[in-house]
């Protein structure tokens, strides 16, 4: 993302949108039937005169400074827009005037708020969480698995029905709550579920069933009698309870939608109920005609007789047009006209009576052609869908059913992407690890402009784990959708992963695991670097090095180990139980932390009275090059303890020599008031003075004499013999 576009999650007031005063909201669910190639203007884009619309955005920080008003904006014609993208549920929200420059006699000023784009991306249904959990399960089980293997038809149907398992049992909780308390976030979400239902039940139905011999017009019929929810229950209830049902005006129309849609048993059982309350002979006698013209409909394989299908049929529809035109038709008076063209079998009859386009279709399914074979389908849709096209209310959840009949894969999966990231990731993986889909076959320039060159299906799952990304929670899960999207999605999400907030040491400790086992190198430093910045800033530098170490930044090292050190001069001892015991388990090269842990070796085995091994470490550190030279002097500052012992020669002659060389070399250099800066500082708290800093290098001096003629005449103990001092 380039310089000066900030990428804003929302803030936590996001999903406090007060659903009462704006019944439609750009965090709440994405609307089904957006078109991504078109901008959309936001209701905030109107005039107004209350400042409302600033706050629905939620972004930090605001397109308009603090103690702006909203109708100063106006006045300059300054306004925002705002743009929504449903493949990563991102909305940019940037600054447009309403009038052209040129109209303005002056040239208008221009602010940097007017060149800055907003991006915030659209929060996440809390009540969606359970389904998105429980759907990543069935992709991970689908993408693991080899679909040429054992299992074949009953493993992708078993898949399928977990998918259908988790939209219904999301369905069934909305539903619930909406009871209790319905809200636009349950009505939104209950839309989408619907809508998700439509269409991966129906795409079971054509692309992946395997009951081929089948017709497609029984499997649409029953399609459409389940999702379809323009025929109300209530209403049937109605008009059985209601004597008079013949003369309610719904009556007829009833029966209508139920022929349309396959449900003949339906308007069979409403047809004799009317029939048994039914007292005019003639009335009666056209009822039962009817019932038994409507038994004979091959609306299912239970009902049809004996015989070759097509046949079968053409005796039926004889059967339906000798009834049509017989002297009983006009007892069931003017209303029942609309049925009697079902029942004509003719398709423009049936398109006339049809209220929308999957009715069209299932009449003409059902009524003209029931013996139609899937691959055949394409005349009917040709007839039924141009009337019902030229409508304003065809939506995008339309043109996606309507892909899905006319079994073009390609169209389904380019309007699927158009319609919602979850569809278009989980449809898609279902069709092609099934062989239902060659993925090749896509042209990404449908989807998106920008170039891709990975395979196109990792381009759906991407887009799906990115719309994820604005709930924290689901990090793993996130994660769990790039891992399995080649190069691409493991770059993304080895970028994308060091930005997931650790906030608390369960999580850090989680993140670092997963990047860990999944060889996420660039990203473990990246992170272990955070954590140990944070870590050095409250003090914990053993934890601090041990990330830093992972990171390999041992400047940082070197740093924390220096804070050590000095906090060591401050207070005159190392917090041993705490920070040091630490360090010693720390597995590393680096030079610093390998003189740390040998000079708490040094403290540790001077505490325990260990002093010749205290001894012995001083001189090594001094003689080995591990010790830093800024630190010699405070070496020997500890070793002035040892050399003044009055009980034991701790240094022999040869290790009292290594300590001489080494002050002379402090005291020689052309660094030796840089050195000297680590001598102790007088009990006033000012600056020692050259002379007082020559005064304790002196006493080092003579100390190391004393020592020098004391280590001859009275050689030091082995390290073994060590008497520990009380």
Known sequence: MSKGIPLIQPSNTTLNTNAATAKRSIFSAPTVDLNPSHGIVHDMDRDQKDEEYVATLHLDPSPIKKGISADSWAKTNRTLRSTFRPTTNEIAVYVAGRKAAEEFPTKQKISVEDNTIFLCQAAIPESRIPFIEKTFEVFLDIASRNPYKAGGSEDYKYHLQRYNNAIQQHLARLYVKAKMNDTLEIDQETVLMESFSDVWQLAEAVFLTSDGNR??????????????????????????????????????????????????????????????????????????????????????????????????????????????????????????????????????????????????????????????????????????????????????????????????????????????????????????????????????????????????????????????????????????????????????????????????????????????????????????RVMAVEEEKRGEYAQAIQHFIVSKDLDRVAKVVDNLILGYLERGQFDLDDTLTSIEALETTSSHVLFLRSYAGFHRDYKNGKLASAGGALVKLLSSGTAPKKYWVVLLLDALPLLENKQQVIFDSNDTFVLMQSLEEIVGSQYRSEYLQLLPQPSSGSPSTVEEKEVQLDVLRLSLTRNLARSFVHPPHRPDEDVVMV
């Open 215 to 528: 017709p497609i017009a029984f499997m649409f019929s029953e399609w459409l009698a389940f999702h379809d929810a323009s025929q109300d229950a209530e209403l049937g209830k109605t008009l059985l309870e209601d004597p008079s049902r013949l003369n309610h005006p719904e009556f007829w129309p009833y029966i209508r939608r139920c022929l349309l849609k396959g449900m003949i048993e339906s308007a069979i059982f409403m047809l004799e109920q009317t029939l048994n309350d039914e007292e005019d002979e003639h009335l009666a006698n056209a009822l039962e005609d009817l019932v038994r013209v409507l038994r004979g409909t091959p609306s299912s394989e239970k009902n049809l007789p004996p015989g070759e299908p097509h046949s079968r049929h053409m005796k039926w529809k004889e059967e339906c047009k000798k009834f049509t035109l017989s002297k009983h038709v006009k007892h069931l008076g003017k209303a029942a006209k609309e049925v009697m063209k079902v029942l004509s079998c003719d398709i423009e009859d049936i398109i006339d009576v049809s209220d929308r386009w999957e009715e069209a279709v299932s009449g003409a399914l059902l009524f003209a052609q029931p013996d139609c074979e899937r691959d055949n389908i394409g005349p009917i849709l040709e007839t039924c869908l141009p009337p019902f096209l030229e409508s304003t209310d065809v939506t995008l959840l339309d043109r996606i059913k309507i892909a899905i009949l006319q079994l073009d894969d390609i169209k389904t999966i380019r309007l699927c992407g158009e319609f919602h990231p979850w569809l278009v990731a989980h449809l898609s993986s279902v069709l092609q690890q099934y062989g239902y889909l060659d993925m090749s076959a896509v042209d990404l320039q449908d989807i998106t402009a920008q170039g891709w060159d990975s395979n196109i299906q990792d381009f759906f799952v991407i887009g799906y784990a990115q719309s994820l990304m604005s709930n924290l929670s689901l990090w793993e899960i996130v994660a769990g959708y790039l891992l399995r999207c080649g190069h691409t999605g493991r770059s993304t999400l080895s970028e994308w992963i060091c930005h997931v907030p650790l906030d608390s040491s369960e999580k850090a400790h989680k993140v670092l695991k997963f990047c860990e086992e999944n060889n996420l190198k660039d990203s473990l430093r990246s992170i272990n």
